[in-house]
T-cell receptor
Framework: DQQVKQNSPSLSVQEGRISILNCDYTNSMFDYFLWYKKYPAEGPTFLIS?????DKNEDGRFTVFLNKSAKHLSLHIVPSQPGDSAVYFCAASTGNQFYFGTGTSLTVIP | GAGVSQTPSNKVTEKGKYVELRCDPI?????LYWYRQSLGQGPEFLIY????????DSGLPNDRFFAVRPEGSVSTLKIQRTERGDSAVYLCASSGRASGANVLTFGAGSRLTVL
């Protein structure tokens, strides 16, 4: 029973353009949503989060949007850079429980 | 330490053997998590410690898996009678707060291969 879903396993974007990564969830009790970035042979690293009471959070080139009625969130990266090429995991938390999606592999083409 | 440290980084073992994986969390983090990640999948929850006690072990797949954290810092994940299906990257994380959110900080993982 996958509570957090990332339906696009991969995404390719030209350098300088916008990358949009999507995530859907099923549990309306989640209180935070997080994005993690993972390079090969490394553990996932925290990127940005959003509280369930917000609809947008921005940190530099990264913005996360939350649509609670659709149970959907997205991560926007603009402008995309080659160093952004990695696997991005969406996660949702309630209390001390964290649930992860299956990841989207982003390739930014120079 | 500055980050979460996991050893060994790679472990190759034979089916039926016993394996221990170690995690040294960020100093001062009381919560520690173990996750397992198989190829093409996201991290899958195994167990969560608050201090020395396992607050939630509902993710352990069967009784061949158990974990300890005797002094509330370093944790060891123990797998008995390993099977080929146990092959995965085992991730440890400790948690702290960032902008109000409870955030997991992961180690680099221990890649287990069972032949």
């Amino acid at each position: 029973d996958q509570q957090v879903k990332q339906n696009s396993p991969s995404l390719s974007v030209q350098e300088g353009r916008i990358s949009i990564l999507n995530c859907d969830y099923t549990n309306s009790m989640f209180d935070y949503f997080l994005w993690y970035k993972k390079y090969p042979a490394e553990g996932p690293t925290f990127l940005i989060s959003i509280s369930s009471i917000k609809d947008k959070n921005e940190d530099g080139r990264f913005t996360v949007f939350l649509n609670k009625s659709a149970k959907h969130l997205s991560l926007h990266i603009v402008p995309s850079q080659p160093g952004d090429s990695a696997v991005y995991f969406c996660a949702a938390s309630t209390g001390n429980q964290f649930y992860f999606g299956t990841g989207t592999s982003l390739t930014v083409i120079p | 330490g500055a980050g979460v440290s996991q050893t060994p980084s790679n472990k190759v073992t034979e089916k039926g053997k016993y394996v221990e994986l170690r995690c040294d969390p960020i100093s001062g983090h009381t919560a520690l998590y173990w996750y397992r990640q198989s190829l093409g999948q996201g991290p899958e929850f195994l167990i969560y410690f608050q201090g020395t006690g396992a607050a939630d072990d509902s993710g352990l797949p069967n009784d061949r898996f158990f974990a300890v954290r005797p002094e509330g810092s370093v944790s060891t994940l123990k797998i008995q009678r390993t099977e080929r299906g146990d092959s995965a990257v085992y991730l440890c994380a400790s948690s702290g707060r960032a902008s109000g959110a409870n955030v997991l900080t992961f180690g680099a993982g221990s890649r287990l291969t069972v032949l």
